[in-house]
């Protein structure tokens, strides 16, 4: 079982570009988590999908922040256009169906805006 | 919000020491979860433990878990080098959602 897996594991970019991050939950998993980890705020859950419906989305901080699951295995978390201030580690997690909501952690993307 | 808050926010400890970790929380839960954390790495789950579960053990790992005091515990013991790492509580809720709130985590050092 080759786990959640992230693209890329790195991204920079400049303030105002269009970054996607991508995310292939574990097979079988019906739920999809993205989070974002900062040293001031922590884990911050952004939004969340059961069976590629977003469920809530009430911790996307603005509209510059979007995502979409377009299928059971895959996973885009865009951000359009980027500032300084998103710069982050961003996390993808899984879940598989009935269970007590344990969640399987991909590597994280760290992105970086300049 | 963040609800679970971990204590300390780090620790230091030589090989072959316990460390104690504690983890505090706001509201009812289903479950505590533990999660650890190495450096540049995901999250790993750890363990879990139920809202009617006092203790529970998984090789060198103790959880507790005191839901009248609204407070659990991570006990890791004969540490190891290996085990150095930032380690999280995380809740879910009564509410019904499969969500996890996490805490802001505990460093742990452990010097050979």
């Known amino acids: 079982d080759a786990g959640v897996i992230q693209s890329p594991r790195h991204e920079v970019t400049e303030m105002g570009q269009e970054v996607t991050l991508r995310c292939k939950p574990i097979s079988g998993h019906d739920y999809l988590f993205w989070y974002r980890q900062t040293m001031m705020r922590g884990l911050e859950l952004l939004i969340y999908?059961?069976?590629?419906?977003?469920?809530?989305d009430s911790g996307m901080p603005e509209d510059r922040f979007s995502a979409k699951m377009p299928n059971a295995s895959f996973s885009t978390l865009k951000i359009q256009p980027s500032e300084p201030r998103d710069s982050a580690v961003y996390f993808c997690?899984?879940?598989?169906?009935?269970?007590?909501?344990?969640?399987?952690f991909g590597p994280g993307t760290r992105l970086t805006v300049t | 919000s963040q609800q679970g808050e971990e204590d300390p926010q780090a620790l230091s400890i030589q090989e072959g020491e316990n460390a104690t970790m504690n983890c505090s929380y706001k509201?009812?839960?289903?479950?505590l979860q533990w999660y650890r954390q190495n450096s540049g790495r995901g999250l790993v789950h750890l363990i879990l433990?139920?809202?009617?579960?006092r203790e529970k053990h998984s090789g060198r790992l103790r959880v507790t878990l005191d839901t009248s005091k609204k407070s659990s515990s991570l006990l890791i013991t004969a540490s190891r080098a290996a085990d150095t790492a930032s380690y999280f509580c995380?809740?879910?809720?009564?509410?019904?959602?499969?969500?996890?709130?996490f805490g802001k985590g505990t460093m742990l050092l452990v010097s050979p």
């Open positions: 509201t009812s839960i289903n479950n």
């Open positions: 997690a899984s879940s598989p169906p009935r269970s007590s909501y344990e969640q399987y």
């Open positions: 999908f059961n069976n590629n419906v977003p469920i809530d």
């Open positions: 433990i139920r809202s009617n579960e």
């Open positions: 995380a809740t879910v809720h009564n509410s019904g959602y499969s969500t996890l709130t």
